[in-house]
């Protein structure tokens, strides 16, 4: 299994800042994804993160908003750029499934942003 | 692109069974996964099954999947009031260039009646 921590858990942001998400996970991995989970709705892929490569973004989901950084493969970051109240989500980082042969697909606990 | 979709609530009582239904349409998943999410709190992942499977039980829950359907549920036996949350479905689907991702359902809220 994979453990998978997530800072800050929560912050309140004023709008037109940028806030950067930490994602560490204590084992290698190859793809890690970033989540978005907007108030009361679904998770919806925002990017996948591969060590040495640029990001792949979903449709709706852009490098300029979204920059990611994946430096190893143990560590990724997402930052929220120039934030508004429409920002305001629980932010996901999750580890590829398959990973060591093992089918879980393990999740941060999240980072809870508010955006004021 | 792929969906999943499951009812949104479910109400129950105290030491009854919970169903809780998923249909999903990418005909290539190969897992089909049930998360638990309580109240702030992050994604627990609950179980998983393989697509080539129809049945995994583990203690008190049971997923069952038809995949000629592309149905899956998960059942709780013995529900109680601790397993009152938002339960997500999730397959695991091919999403081009090798690479893999999950899509989730909107989430079925199970609350849980003393």
């Known amino acids: 299994s994979a453990v998978i921590s997530q800072k800050p858990s929560r912050d309140i942001c004023q709008r037109g800042t940028s806030l950067t998400i930490q994602c560490q996970v204590d084992s290698q991995v190859t793809m890690m994804f970033w989540y978005r989970q907007q108030p009361g709705q679904s998770l919806t892929l925002i990017a996948t993160?591969?060590?040495?490569?640029?990001?792949?973004?979903e449709s709706g989901f852009v490098i300029d908003k979204f920059p990611i950084s994946r430096p190893n493969l143990t560590f990724s970051t997402l930052t929220v750029s120039n934030m508004s109240p429409e920002d305001s989500s629980i932010y996901l980082c999750s580890v590829d499934p398959l990973l060591g042969g093992a089918p879980e697909a393990f999740f941060g606990q999240g980072t809870r942003l508010t955006v004021v | 692109g792929e969906d999943v979709e499951q009812s949104l609530f479910l109400s129950v009582r105290e030491g009854d069974s919970s169903v809780i239904n998923c249909t999903y349409t990418d005909s290539s998943s190969t897992y089909l996964y049930w998360y638990k999410q309580e109240p702030g709190a992050g994604l627990q992942l609950l179980t998983y099954i393989f697509s080539n499977m129809d049945m995994k039980q583990d203690q008190r829950l049971t997923v069952l999947l038809n995949k000629k359907d592309k149905h899956l549920s998960l059942r709780i036996a013995d529900t109680q009031t601790g397993d009152s949350a938002i339960y997500f479905c999730?397959?695991?689907?091919?999403?081009?260039?090798?690479?893999?991702?999950?899509?989730f359902g909107k989430g079925t809220k199970l609350s849980v009646i003393p």
């Open positions: 993160a591969n060590q040495g490569s640029e990001a792949t973004y």
């Open positions: 999730a397959e695991r689907g091919y999403s081009g260039a090798g690479s893999y991702q999950l899509t």
